[in-house]
């Protein structure tokens, strides 16, 4: 009986991009924009850029900054950069009090003698 072979992909760890930025960029930008697009509804209600509505006119603004701001700012940096960033600047940032600085070889206080 003859064993039979398939052929595994070796590529699991590839990144996947779309115009150098990851899923999670596009999700940031797409998410921006809509919030853009909402509030230049209720801002600029009756006005018009180069014949588009100008709520239509920022979202486009948005991506036209946005894609090529997130490449430049991304490069270099490692996969899940963004959303890694996003957790840190969402989370309380809380410092002990009582731990021991490794900088201060003296005391704080001295013992005075009278």
């Known amino acids: 009986m003859a064993l039979r072979m398939t052929t595994v992909s070796r590529n699991l760890q590839t990144k996947v991009t779309f115009l150098g930025l990851e899923i999670e960029d596009m999700l940031i930008l797409g998410l921006l924009g809509v919030v853009v697009m909402l509030g230049g ?28 701001g997130l490449m430049f700012f991304k490069y270099g940096k490692p996969r899940g950069y963004v959303s890694d960033l996003l957790a840190w600047h969402g989370k309380s940032h809380a410092y002990a009090a009582t731990e021991h600085d490794p900088d201060i070889d003296c005391a704080y206080l001295q013992d005075e003698e009278a």
């Not at 509804?41 to 090529?68: E, K, S």
């Open 41 to 68: 509804q209720f801002l600029f209600t009756d006005r018009y850029l180069f014949f588009l509505p100008m709520n239509w006119c920022l979202m486009l603004l948005v991506l036209l900054i946005g894609v090529p």
